[in-house]
């Protein structure tokens, strides 16, 4: 089945930094979305991007489906963006919309 | 705007039991997916109806079923519970298959 690697697993960053995760797939989507999931556990919806490019304030997402792979964009970091950000995609064997979610990005903003 | 909405939040449960998990979708999404992630884990893909038929099966124990109803509410029936089946239950919908999937806030099930 598809593979979908994030990178890197973890991020420790000074509120105010820049940052980028990155999401590896090793075959065609359908689908891309990008979750974070905050510390009690919600899974909040980012970005549904399969491709191209989007932006919502200070987050922006890219997705190159021909070259398999997406990139989160967060930028001016503030400590409510700690948490786990998954990237999930939709193999594009699939018609029914399940999501196989990569390992995620922990991240850690410190004050 | 309306959510997905799960109930119950969190459940105790002993081994051996049985649990049942609902789903209410946003309303009009006609497609419901059930995921379990475990601790430290990313959620895994359990199950999905559209139109009230099962349209999707992954690694979902022989011991757990589910069924759409007609109102398009989901339910997840687990039994002979054990306690590697403490996990985090989430449920997601969407408007038709495929396209943007919102998840609930999950049920906690710790089984002791």
């Known amino acids: 089945g598809i593979q979908v690697e994030q990178s890197p697993p973890d991020l420790i960053l000074q509120e105010g930094a820049n940052s980028t995760l990155r999401c590896n797939f090793s075959d065609s989507v359908n689908n891309l979305q990008w979750f974070h999931q905050n510390p009690w556990g919600q899974l909040i919806n980012l970005f549904y991007?399969?491709?191209g490019t989007k932006q919502n304030g200070r987050l922006s997402a890219t997705t190159v489906a021909t070259e398999r792979y997406s990139l989160l964009y967060i930028s001016s970091s503030q400590t409510t963006d700690s948490g786990v950000y998954f990237c999930a995609v939709e193999p594009g064997s699939s018609n029914t919309g399940k999501l196989i979610f990569g390992q995620g990005t922990t991240l850690q903003v410190k004050p | 705007a309306a959510g997905v909405i799960q109930s119950p939040r969190h459940l105790i449960k002993e081994k051996r039991e049985t649990a049942t998990l609902k789903c209410y979708p946003i309303?009009?999404?006609?497609?419901v997916y059930w995921y379990q992630q475990g601790p430290g884990q990313d959620p895994q893909f359990l199950i999905s109806?559209?139109?009230?038929?099962?349209?999707d099966k992954g690694s979902i124990p022989d011991r757990f079923s589910a069924q759409q109803f007609s109102d398009y509410h989901s339910e997840l029936n687990m039994s002979s519970l054990e306690l590697g089946d403490s996990a985090l239950y989430f449920c997601?919908?969407?408007?038709?298959?495929?396209?943007?999937?919102?998840f609930g806030q999950g049920t906690r099930l710790t089984v002791v």
């Open positions: 997601a919908s969407s408007f038709y298959r495929g396209t943007e999937a919102f």
């Open positions: 109806f559209y139109e009230k038929m099962q349209s």
């Open positions: 309303p009009r999404h006609d497609t």
């Open positions: 991007i399969p491709s």
